[in-house]
């Protein structure tokens, strides 16, 4: 009977049972992708990760992403997750300042600030600003009034993932706002996205950074405590529209659920030719097996 090791880490939170939980199976040596499909789906956790060999030069190790329904380009929370654990591990060298991951999306680059606990960060894909939608349709798909909805028209931002970024006023219209599998079918319709999935981001500005939520029905996700891959293309939305507070701030997330997490930004180089940095720390919860 094949066994398995795998562990879970709370990501982007330096609290346990915070943060967005990962699951991590550090040699995938065996599995093939429908059983990384079903392993995801057992866990039911907003991602799970299985580390396998590179296949790309200048990559130091691979990782296959999985939601409880399919598999990811990319995905922020599992690349941090991720890289602790081969940290930890010692998969890459304990100590390491940089390396980087193998994922579908192609190679990404990984640094760490050392420390006591670590900040680790990515360097986000290429980001794609794609087609907006309507703000009444908006507010109407969350359940909210028009009023709720900055004067900046939402839009699909990502990273070989569709996502809608739709900005709020306050932080009390982020947590009033709701969406639904027919809502989100509309504002796809709306954005005329050929992705298989969209997500829906919701945000707003303030001086730390911005406050938000995200939903991810489609993904299998109702609501994501913590979107890495999503705060890179946020960051590139509010630095357009002139509302990012500088170079370096955090986007807190996952409040309205009861899983507080902090993501770190930092923007780098001359305006449009920027690169956006998201980086966050890892808690290590749980090391168990499992056996099939």
């Known amino acids: 009977m094949p066994t398995y090791r795998y562990r879970v880490v709370d990501v982007f939170t330096e609290v346990p049972m915070e943060g967005n939980p990962l699951a ?3 040699d995938a040596t065996g599995l093939d992708t429908a059983t990384m499909q079903c392993i995801a789906k057992e866990l039911n956790l907003s991602e799970t990760a299985f580390v396998v060999p590179a296949t ?4 130091d190790i691979g990782v296959r992403i999985f939601t409880p329904t399919r598999e990811m380009l990319f995905a922020g929370h599992p690349t941090i997750g991720t890289s602790w654990v081969l940290l930890d591990e010692g998969l890459v060298s304990r100590g390491s300042e940089h390396f980087t991951l193998d994922e579908k999306i192609g190679p990404v680059p990984i640094r760490v600030d050392a420390g006591e606990r670590p900040l680790i960060w990515l360097s986000t894909p290429p980001i794609e600003f794609r087609n907006t939608a309507d703000r009444s349709l908006c507010a109407r798909v969350l359940g909210l009034n028009l009023a709720d909805l900055l004067d900046i028209p939402p839009q699909d931002v990502g990273t070989g993932n569709a996502i809608a970024f739709i900005p709020l006023r306050s932080t009390d219209a982020v947590d009033r706002a709701w969406i639904e599998l027919p809502g989100v079918a509309e504002l796809k319709a709306a954005l005329r996205t050929e992705a298989p999935v969209l997500s ?8 730390s950074g911005a406050y938000s939520r995200m939903f991810a029905p489609e993904n299998g996700i109702v609501e994501d405590p913590a979107t890495g891959g999503a705060t890179g293309p946020l960051a590139a939305y509010m630095l357009a529209h002139s509302l990012a507070p500088g170079t370096r701030w955090i986007s807190e997330q996952g409040v309205k659920m009861g899983r507080r997490s902090l993501l770190h930004v930092q923007i780098r180089g001359d305006r449009g030719s920027e690169t956006f940095d998201v980086g966050g720390h890892v808690t290590p919860l749980v090391e168990a097996t499992m056996r099939f």
């Open 24 to 26: 991590v199976f550090p």
């Open 56 to 59: 790309r030069p200048g990559c």
């Open 200 to 207: 829906v981001f919701v945000f707003t500005p303030r001086a």
